[in-house]
C-alpha cells in the first residue's frame, strides 16, 4: 500500500453490479448492532465509504437520520436509489465526498461505520477526524466479512461458485498483479485496524461474531455481477476486452454447473465496536 495512490477509477462503473452481485451480511447484523449500542431510532450515523448504501440503508430504522459518505458517483447514486426505493429518502443524505476531506461540516454524529471500506482510507487521518465528529460516547463500529471461515457449499443442491477459477481468469486478462484503481497492489490491502484505531484514541475494542451460513441459490448472472463488483476486475480495467472476459466468464460457469446455479453459505460478520472512551465497567 506504500506506493499505491488511490484514484477515483477505483470502483468506475460498479456500482450498478453491487447489490446483486456482493453477498449479504450476516441476517442478524443490525440488531446486533442494536443491541450493543442501545440504539432507539434517533441520533445520527456517518457510514463511511458506504458504496450503495448496503450498511446504511439496513440500519436507517435505527436512527433519526443518515449520512452516507463516499467518492465514487455511482455508489452515491445507487444510494439514493435504495433510500427513495425504501421510503427513507427524507431520513438519509448522500455525500460525494473522500473520506479524507471530512468533517466537510457534516456536524455530530452518534455512531461512525466502516464496512469494509476502511482500507482504501488514509486510516490515521481519517480515524482521528471521524473521532472529532463522534460525540462523547460515541462509537466507531468496523464491520466486515469474517475472514477466518472456510466457504463450503457441502450438503446444498448446487455446485460451489468456481472462485479460483474466476481468479485465474481474471489474471489472465488484467496480469498476476491485483489492480486497484490505475495502480497496482502486489501485497493487498493494508490490515492492522486495531493498532489504528487504538493510536488514535479510540478504546476497545468489543468484539460481535453475526453467524452466518444462510444458504444461498447464485445464478450466473450473479456471479457476474460479483466479479464486476469487485475493485480488483471493476468493468474499466477491461477497456476494449469487456465483451470477451465476460464471454469467457460464463462459458467458464456453463462447466462448472449444468444447472445454471450455485450455491454458497452467506458468511458471518464481524464487528469491532470502538468507544471514544473507555467504558465505565
Sequence with gaps: MDRWEWDDTLFSGAAAYYGRGRLPYAPGLADALAEALRLDGRGRLIDVGCGPGTLALSFAHLFGEIVGVDPDSGMIAEAA??????????KTRWVRARAETLPAGLGTFTVATFGQSFHWMDRDLVAATVRDMLRPGGALVHIADLKTEEPTADGLPHPAVPYAAVDELVKRYLGPVRRAGRGLLPQG??????????RTGFAGPR????PGGLALERTFDDVVAWVFSMS??????FEGRRDDFERDLR????????????????????VFVWRTEASPN
Design 207 to 210: 468484539r460481535l461474531v453475526v
Design 251 to 270: 462459458g467458464l460457469l456453463r462447466e462448472a454447473s449444468e444447472s445454471g446455479l450455485f450455491s454458497e453459505r452467506g458468511p458471518s460478520t464481524e
Design 81 to 90: 436509489r435504495g433510500a427513495a426505493d425504501r421510503g427513507v429518502g427524507e
Design 232 to 237: 480488483f476486475s471493476a468493468p474499466h480495467l
Design 189 to 198: 490491502t493494508a490490515g492492522g485496524e486495531a493498532e489504528v484505531f487504538a
